[in-house]
C-alpha cells in the first residue's frame, strides 16, 4: 500500500512518537517546529511554536493532555496538547536530548548534553509541584560525569529510567532516590534510541555498532541481538506480533560520498524470537531516524534524514502470514 506522506518539516527528522491511543503522532526535527497529526489520514492537526534551535525528543503523557518536548536552544518545554499553549520552561545549560513522562504524567525528566564544560545531568521534576518548575529546582538531579546520555525511557511503574550512553553503556537510575540500579556494556558504541514494548517488560535498543539488541527492563538481561551492516538509529517492538522494526543507514556526513545503492534506507523487519530478518520497506531517500509502531500494531511510520515522516499500513497479508506462522 502507497504509505501516507508527511511534509512539516524543513530539516532531518529526529524523533515520531504516538500517543498511547495512537490516533496522534508526534514529530519533531533539528528545525524548531514541534508538529502533531492524525495518524490515521496524515492531516496536520497544528504545530507548538516556541523553541528557536534543533527538537530533539518529544513525549505525550497517558491521557494526551500534556506534551513535552526537549531541545537545543538549552530549554525543556511543556505544552498544553489540545491549544498548543505553552505552559512550563525549564531552561538549561546545555541542549536536552531526552524527556519523557512517567507512567501517570505527573513526573517529567529529562537528560542535557555534555557541552560547553557543563556535564551531563538528568532532571526530575514534579509537575504537581508548580515551584519546581517556576524557580527551576528539580526535586533530583543525577550527574553522569562518564558518558553523556543520548536516549533514556521510563521503567514499569514510573520506578527508575533506563539511560543509554554514548559510550554503549546501560544503566538504571531509581526515580525515588537517583541511585544507579544496575550498569551493563552490551554495545560497542552509542546507543541512538531505545523504546520499551506494550507492557513494559522489555526495551529495545539501537546502536552505532550496526545492532538492536532487546533487554528485560527489570533486570536488564539482555535476550537478543539483531545484527546489520550499517549504523542502527531508531528500532521499535510491535505490540501485537513478534516482530521488530530497525531504521538506520550510514552517517548523515557520509551519505553523498556514496552510490545511492550502497546507501539502502530500508526499514527492515526482524522475527523478534528468531532473530532473523523476513522484509524491508524502501522510501527515504536518506538514513532513517526514527521508526514507531502503532499501538493497534496494524501500522508503522518511520522518519529519516530527508524531512519526511512517512506512515505504512500493512497488507491485511502480513495479518494472515503471522498468524499462519
Not at 21 to 50: C, H, M, Q
Not at 85 to 113: P, Y
Not at 267 to 285: I, P
Amino acid at each position: 500500500q502507497k504509505p501516507i506522506l508527511l511534509q512539516g518539516h524543513e530539516r532531518s527528522i529526529t524523533q515520531i512518537k504516538y500517543n498511547r491511543e495512537g490516533d496522534l503522532l508526534f514529530t519533531v526535527a533539528k528545525d524548531p517546529i514541534v508538529n502533531v497529526w492524525y495518524s490515521v489520514n496524515g492531516e496536520r492537526l497544528g504545530t507548538y511554536n516556541g523553541h528557536t534551535g534543533a527538537v530533539w525528543c518529544v513525549d505525550a503523557d497517558w491521557d494526551t493532555r500534556h506534551v513535552l518536548t526537549g531541545s537545543a536552544d538549552n530549554s525543556c518545554r511543556l505544552w498544553d496538547c489540545e491549544t498548543g499553549k505553552q505552559l512550563a520552561l525549564v531552561k538549561t545549560s546545555s541542549a536536552v536530548r531526552t524527556c519523557g513522562f512517567d507512567f501517570g504524567g505527573n513526573i517529567i525528566m529529562f537528560s542535557t548534553d555534555k557541552q560547553m564544560g557543563y556535564q551531563c545531568f538528568v532532571s526530575f521534576f514534579d509537575l504537581r509541584d508548580p515551584a519546581q518548575i517556576e524557580n527551576n529546582e528539580p526535586y533530583m538531579k543525577i550527574p553522569c560525569s562518564d558518558s553523556k546520555i543520548t536516549s533514556a525511557v521510563w521503567g514499569p511503574l514510573g520506578e527508575f529510567i533506563i539511560a543509554g550512553h554514548e559510550n554503549g553503556e546501560l544503566n538504571q537510575f531509581s526515580a525515588k532516590s537517583g541511585e544507579q540500579l544496575s550498569n551493563i556494556k552490551e554495545h560497542t558504541k552509542q546507543i541512538n534510541d531505545i523504546q520499551t514494548s506494550r507492557d513494559m517488560t522489555m526495551f529495545i535498543t539501537a546502536s552505532k555498532d550496526n545492532t538492536a539488541k532487546l533487554f528485560d527492563c527489570t533486570s536488564l538481561e539482555h535476550l537478543k541481538t539483531f545484527r546489520t551492516e550499517r549504523p542502527v538509529n531508531s528500532a521499535a517492538l510491535s505490540p501485537i506480533f513478534d516482530h521488530v522494526v530497525l531504521g538506520g543507514g550510514q552517517e548523515a556526513m557520509d551519505v553523498t560520498t556514496t552510490s545511492t545503492r550502497i546507501g539502502k534506507f530500508e526499514a527492515r523487519f526482524f522475527h523478534l524470537a528468531f532473530e532473523e530478518e523476513f522484509g524491508r520497506v524502501k522510501g527515504h531517500f536518506g538514513p532513517i531516524n526514527s521508526v514507531a509502531f502503532h499501538p493497534d500494531g496494524k501500522s508503522y511510520s518511520s522518519g529519516g534524514e530527508d524531512g519526511y515522516v512517512r506512515i505504512h499500513y500493512f497488507d491485511p497479508q502480513y495479518f494472515e502470514f503471522e498468524f499462519e506462522a
